[in-house]
């Protein structure tokens, strides 16, 4: 019986039961599996977590063990008679660590045990050399002794002979190192080295488990998702000799490229060497058959191997990369694992493996990270290009682009016009801002983090961004860039890559996204499955176009507002803010009509036959005005307003908490007539583009910030008075629907009596995680910082929605809502719509759809198919534990 | 069957059934009463509200009506006879209104009534003396016809007679100039005045019910409680001739005083008058026997009078004010209605009528609007005294002062010290003024309103403050307080009236509260009634002395910050914040440790036996940084810091939005070792003050902001090092409960886990409604007052705790919370704890206690015995209907 201890060779194979990966460590699992598929694996065994856990807890193995033990290792005592045992010990945990002792091969090679070694290979320098292996290998990782005092010894020996300084010895000259190694250690330790293998064996076995205590090791666990993992599997495994002659070495072969995911066997070979001499990634890995070509040893197993990844992959279902090792033209196996490879690899392999029917499309949808495929989705600096590095900031938005730098907006659109793209340079940025970033190619800022207005704003936009790179000093003045004693001048090329944070003079060769191929081929699979529908936040026109590219299903956001930041609108929208009569705003709200109208026009031809979800104007209106003192006084005489006079306006338009202030439809309850020119360009745009397209658009309006049914019948019936009149002028009464923003507590608390009055329900989920934890995203980074070092907060909730706190608001909005009004249509627009493990959950409590930056729509597509497959798993098992 | 019209007198009282009030109106009903009471009432009939809706609906009165209102005409015909049926048309609506018509007096006195009159009367002057009113009223009233016009008739008419320009006409004097009147009408509506009761009555009514739909009445019901009072009663009534003679007249009784609630008949008498000569309220009312002596009328109906104040009271069991009229020595009643009275008299009259056994306790408790009793609890300005106003402001905290002016704390300061008053005069208050505002008597500010910080913190202190008093222009540096050509110089008295928002130059006599009588008798009621608990917000020993003699029982809110205020430690605390290590910001700290410790134990000392809530820091720490220019400089000094590097950490730690900024148990989180501090002072301090008292303060330290457990947990951990460590150090370990604010959304959601660590919840509810709302109180009343004015919120939900949203918060959370920890105490500390409307609530959902400013602590004992009534009331209903 199984307890402690799992034979693996020579036709054994114990299993570890459900929990294989964790009892045996991935080694040992991979060596277990390796033997039941009838691979050639020397003969071994793994102790198993539970006695290796135990040995740490009490410092001794359980009751039991020993016996187990001294059974195995007499198995394969016999099994390799009329050689000596000669074994290596490899640690196994769960997942490859650093920090934890690496193998320890050759041990069993005592005096005696050389001798014999070398009596039954024939090669008595093979043996002394296997011999010194273990002596060092023992000394240095063992016993801790100074490796320089083996590299000294050994230099003044080969001086002493006349011997070059490397390559390999003799037999006798191999013998007398050997002899001043053990020598070194009995000097250094006060004791010759072990003889038996018993002994050595369980010296090695104290230190491995030495090791997993390291300060290095446990750092390291507490950062991965596996801190509860208590002890490494050790593997004890008779040796195949990779440097037995020119017939022999080792090397690792991964079944498709990791690179392209392409499917051809390659790999690396280094003759006469042991294992674990090779252990590197499969990059600049050669073809298999330049490798049999190049080593007979390599040629004389290249059946077995071609063979091995067959029933490798087949077995895995996936692509894989092992070790071998060839002994004297004799193959084994040593290690197995999934290969690790490049995003886009990992679609083609993906794919591959399901048009080979080896995993079903379902799986192949289900096994990629969606958030990985952010970064296929953008321009990327081609790897293998030098570049010259100005300086390195936070990679706040990916992707990377070349351009000219720029320091206004005026800067950067003359440079769009002239056909030629910006690089938009501020120490920070603002909402006055937003223009220019349109404008621009990319973003720099010398202030700010990930959640910096830039870095959010970017992201939205999909554009890169480096934010806070805050090496550098501006002069936007002065027109100048500077980082120590280099400086960038207005009109230099530089390169961001928001992907790394860097900052690059020049321009640096950029490779475009390919969204053909494999990816396509996923992603209309996963279109297949999911029930969630995708959207995407788009204001322009080249938003919405690239929406479309990316798949999305119409919009689930258009705020309005940053259509007033356009270029020549800034001086209507501040005339109309800073009105000082009704009737002042209604003229400078005409003036913005036929704009908005246009604008919207425009955006309904491209989405036509989808939806678009338009919102009514919601940021503070002191967001639109100067702070600068030259712009205030620029902006007193085009208005023609008294210094003084525009200054007061200005103040008291200040807020102390403009997110809990004047905004949102409080804007629509305060100026009406705002909310009127709104309505009236969307419904004329809808008609306009529907008269052009010949496919309506329905515009959904949404009213922000809504906490009480109250507010949103007085903006709707506003709405409803513009929409009468526009059929009375035009004779066709515009289709539209009007439904609401769920961003407040008490809108989600509310939303059973909000349902009466509105057609659907959008989560903002920003704003609904600001109030709901009374967390400013633009204060929290004083304190998210000490929280995420704390472990008070599990992830960042603006990034992966709270599923406890706001998304119990949010579970609760849906089913008081729905329980009021069975069709209502429900969608989230934060960012969090953009975000696999929220998207996840939205599919959880039935919202119809997400919505989510255009460079997301992809990701959101592909985690919401996976959440369609998580849900059938849920109820296929729930259905079997109902059949139970 | 009555269907429309309801009969009262000569021992017919027709009922209205249980919508009485509604249907018959105030005065209908008022007269049904007293003809069921058997006191004597001109007989007459009440024309319903349903039959007078109908005619306002329908332009004609319901079908049935006519044959009603013809029997009950015939009826008052033939109790008149043989006089002729000379009537009155009143409206009764259901609570009294400006903009609609009064009474119609002598309706019926055509030519051949008013002959009869003489006749049956024996007094023809008399008759003509009626038959002018009722001509000069109905011209007036009903034709809407210019009293100027008549004016200028009768004065021709006496100077072409000779006669006197007032008084009383003969027979045939009064005839002719009747005659006049009756050709003026003719004249100017081209018909002579109606001659049959009939056709006068239904004219009569006609213009009534016109009068109903002015827009003054429109306005005025929409702006009250009864906007959908559909229509008024009409009461058509016998004249009772208080102008019949010396032994005749109209008076006024109120049963009780309104002043002072003392028990004594009084009121006012105009012998030979009509009824609605006399409706001044009851001030200046003179003693019923000075009345008696004075007029042989009132003198024949003493008796009367007496007998039917008693039978009124003893049926309306409450005071009351009755009119009168006495027509040749007999007594009629006209009306009767609860006697208008001060908040002294309110609490003197509920005590007395419990006295007498006509109401008990408890009903004398529930009668008194708690919200009345505010006036009360600060002193007055005497009404009598003369005042010379300065300018007026927004009445932001009642109470009144005198006191010199003062611009800024350390004048405050000084002249505290000195023993004198100080009002503290500034355009606007912050954080940093509320030293200042603790050592004045009073505040003014020239900007801001019921929400600013100086009106808010005012309210708190329970100091009268005076807000925005616009037209007045501040001069610190010269000491100036002007409004117009007026200056005010510092050292200048001037009084402050913070229930008026008056500004007096000088000083007022001022009156001071009385918490004795009526007020104690009624608290120790209220006492014995409520469960639910009341605290008071307390820092300061002044203010928990306070709170100890209005009655509390221990405090809920200590928010330790203020303390941070005192003069002399801004220094430290400005070091503590700007510190750059924590080595630093420990030495700043302990600086800071005694002070504080000698704080707690000074209060602890005040409230031995009693509990206290300290709430830990809770404000960005930027609160206590200085902005102006001058004070930056200053600090910078003081600090030995650059300027510049100064300047670069204020920016730094400004916030978009501090309200969700770096606050709360954020601070504690980033910066533990002020946490450390706090319960260091807060634990030395109640064993000090234990050994001191004898009594032992139970300290419960609060955490405050908190969102999730593990931020409660974090710091929770950090307060019982702190314990443990007091505990080895002085051998006795401190007795502490820890417990947090619930005042975001996310821990009312989370209140469960939030449970199993703390102790006890807090309802933070002015930052809940805050967060919930998503509304900041600083920068609301931008689009607050356009939410009132559309009726979108029906009250300000930061005045009274909104109940559906909010509330629900507060809901979950108790439940929550206590389905985790059965004995979790429960309270409010947010100024809802002083709202009488949000009591109740707290009281319905089983909170423990409610803590309010010391001011208001009388207000929720009150409210909260309310609350347990009403509770009573309300189980008392369901097990009838149980039983049923």
Known sequence: MVRWIYRFGDGVADEGGANAAALLGAKGAALAAMARLGLPVPAGFTIGAAATAHHLAHGRFPNGFEAEFD????????????????????????RAMPGLEGALLDLGLGDIATRALAQATGDPAFAQDCRRRFLRQFGETVLRLDPADFEERADAFRRGRGLPPAGPLGAEDGGALGALYAALIAEETGTPPPDALGLQLATAIEAALRSWRTPRAIAWRSLTALPDQAAPALVVQTMAFGNL?????????STRDAETGAKRLAGSFLAAAQGDEIKAGARGAEPLDRLAAAHEAVAAVREGLVAAAGRLEAHFRDAVEFEFTVEDGRLFLLDVRPLARSTRADLAIAVGLAGERIIDRREAVARIDPASLDHLLHPRI??????DLLARGVPASPGAATGVVAFSAAEAEDLRLAGRKAILVRVETGPEDVHAMHAAAAILTVRGGMTSHAAVIARGMGKPCVAGAGTLRVDARAGTLSAGERTVRRGDTVTLDGGSGAVMVGAVPLSQPELTGAF???????????????????????????????????IGLCRSEHMFFESGRTGLVRAMILAETVEARREALAALLPLQRADFARLFTVMAGHPVTVRLLDPPLHEFLPRAEEEIAALAGALGM?????????EALAEANPMLGHRGCRLAITFPEIAEMQARAILDAALDAAAETGAAVVPQIMVPLVASRAEFDFVAERVRIVAQAIGRERGAAPHYEIGTMIELPRAALRAGAIAESAAFFSFGTNDLTQTTYGISRDDAAAFLRAYVEEGLMPHDPFATLDHEGVGELVRMAAERGRATRPDLELGICGEHGGDPASIRFCA???????????????????AAAQAAIAAEARTGEIGRKAAE
């Not at 008294?642 to 200005?650: F, K, M, Y």
């Open 71 to 94: 059974a195995a290792l007499g198995w394969l005592e016999a099994l390799a008679a009329p050689r000596p045992p000669v074994l290596a010990l490899r640690p196994s945990p769960e």
């Open 245 to 253: 002659g020119r017939r022999s070495g080792a090397g690792l072969v």
């Open 382 to 387: 081609d790897p293998a290009a030098p570049v």
């Open 520 to 554: 396509a081929t996923l992603m209309d699979w996963a279109d297949g499955i999911r029930t969630l529908r995708v959207r995407a936040n788009a204001e322009t026109v080249a938003d919405a176009n690239i929406a479309r590219a990316f798949g999305a299903e119409g």
């Open 642 to 650: 008294a210094e003084d006079r525009l200054r007061r306006r200005l």
């Open 844 to 862: 959880e409590i039935g919202l119809d759809y997400v919505s989510c930056s255009p460079f997301r729509v992809p990701i959101a597509r592909l």
